[in-house]
């Protein structure tokens, strides 16, 4: 069984344990694990721009959020932002 990898890690790592993770589902970055560790609420509850490189644009980001409907749950694709 392979882990997911997490996102931003250099070489591919899986989760670590004691740390926080949201999986990003959707987009260029779905299947990854983001280390959400230390995050406030308000950032959990906000989501992230993430570098993606198969993104839309070059150089661009991927938005992702928790789905309203599920808060504490994976942070979902938006959409590619320049």
């Known amino acids: ?9 250099e070489p591919a790592t899986g ?3 004691g740390r926080a993770y949201r999986e990003l589902t959707g987009g260029p970055l ?3 694990l983001l280390d959400v560790t230390g ?3 308000d950032m959990l509850t906000t989501g992230a721009f ?5 993104s839309a644009y070059p150089g661009g980001r991927a938005s ?3 789905a309203p ?3 504490n749950g ?7 932002v320049p």
């Open 1 to 9: 069984m392979t882990h997911p990898r997490v996102y931003g890690s």
């Open 15 to 17: 989760p670590e344990p």
């Open 30 to 32: 779905d299947g990854q």
């Open 39 to 41: 995050w406030s609420k």
């Open 50 to 54: 993430l570098i993606a490189p198969h």
């Open 64 to 66: 992702y959020a928790p």
């Open 69 to 71: 409907s599920a808060p």
């Open 74 to 80: 994976p942070f979902v694709w938006e959409g590619d």
